[in-house]
């Protein structure tokens, strides 16, 4: 019931497209859904985070879309550009607690 | 804002020794803080939790008197690899929570230490 499941586990998309990753989880005490940005050899960066009473949140050209019910959520990177190329993982919890983290999807921009 | 340093960032030492990481929230206060090993390629894998001036919460399968983790004050936590071999290699990364307003759960990561035993 801790896991967290992050699809897919690497993804090329070409330069100016739409890079989707996927997470799913099982704990329906979560309460904050991050996604961070980890370039090799260095610590992962918060890039952008949703609580569950919103459907949406964007913030310039990364999405998250949340889906309650179905207890997944989703990071979209609009116009994609090379400088995204890097290891993103979504992860989630509750107050007071670690977060979980997804294994990881290592998004390829192609120019 | 936000800001998590980590020292050394990389290092090197002989089977046997030990070695000391910094963890330090630079411009707030860290109420948790979580430390982190890294595989290449893999995912992040908690290794304990500590609050200031308490004990750390170790994960099952973390070695509490392998991995001494002090947390004594709200901008500083330390991790110390005692008697550290070859297998004790990896990629450690620390974060920092300020449980206060905002997002309560946000953490920051550290920038990693890159840690090798010859």
């Known amino acids: 019931q801790q896991q967290v499941k992050q699809s897919p586990q690497s993804l090329i998309v070409q330069k100016g497209g739409i890079s989707i990753i996927n997470c799913a989880y099982e704990?329906?005490?979560?309460?904050?859904f991050p996604w961070y940005q980890q370039f090799p050899g260095k610590g992962p960066a918060l890039l952008i985070a949703?609580?569950?009473?919103?459907s949406e949140k964007k913030e310039g050209r990364f999405t998250i879309s949340f889906n309650k019910s179905a207890k997944q959520f989703s990071l979209h990177i609009m116009d994609s550009q090379p400088g995204d190329s890097a290891t993103y993982f979504c992860?989630?919890?509750?107050?007071?607690?670690?977060?979980?983290f997804g294994k990881g999807t290592t998004l390829s921009v192609s120019s | 804002g936000a800001v998590v340093s980590q020292h050394p960032s990389r290092v090197i030492c002989k089977s046997g020794t030990s070695v000391k990481i910094e963890c330090r929230s630079l411009?707030?206060?860290?109420?948790?803080m979580f430390w982190y090993r890294q595989f290449p390629k893999k995912s992040l894998m908690l290794m304990a939790t500590?609050?200031?001036?308490?004990?750390?919460?170790?994960e099952q399968g973390v070695e509490k008197d392998k991995f001494l983790i002090n947390h004594a004050s709200l901008t500083l936590s330390t991790l110390t690899v005692t008697s550290a071999h070859p297998e004790d290699s990896s990629f450690y990364i620390c974060?920092?929570?300020?449980?206060?307003?905002?997002?309560?759960?946000?953490?920051?990561f550290g920038p990693g230490t890159r840690l090798t035993v010859l």
């Open positions: 974060s920092a929570r300020s449980g206060a307003g905002g997002f309560y759960n946000e953490q920051f």
């Open positions: 704990n329906t005490a979560f309460d904050y």
């Open positions: 949703i609580r569950p009473d919103v």
């Open positions: 992860a989630a919890g509750e107050a007071g607690t670690a977060l979980i």
């Open positions: 411009d707030f206060q860290a109420t948790t």
């Open positions: 500590s609050n200031e001036g308490s004990k750390a919460t170790y």
